[in-house]
């Protein structure tokens, strides 16, 4: 009987402890959905542009999600952008901020299929 109870907690425990690997539609807002559908269907008509180079990304700050694209072939620098479709006014990257310090768990929403590591 102790061994059975053992096991169910051991078990327990590793079910509780899973990552969330795929995020949920809740988690993906209406407004990246549509940009990530219009990437898609650029992608497929011209797969040699630089969308096929390109990826979101969704960071938790202050406890809400936040967004950004990065794309190795272009100059811009990647700005950060809310569940709403706020943007905040700062570069994604910039270290100096606050955001940039204690932005925190790095997830890939949507990967082009030539996007490199970010």
Known sequence: ??????????????ISCKKEHHSSANDIPDWLKS??????????????????????LR??????????????????????ISMKGDTLHIWADDINTDYGKNKCCKFYVWKAPNAGDY
């Open 59 to 80: 960071y938790t700050w202050q406890n809400e999600y936040y967004f950004e694209y990065h794309n190795d072939l272009s100059s811009s620098m990647p700005r950060a």
């Open 1 to 14: 009987m102790k061994k059975i109870v053992l096991f169910a907690l051991f078990s327990l425990f590793f």
């Open 35 to 56: 940009d990530i559908k219009k990437q898609e269907q650029i992608i497929k008509d011209s797969p040699k542009l630089m969308n096929a180079y390109g990826a979101w």
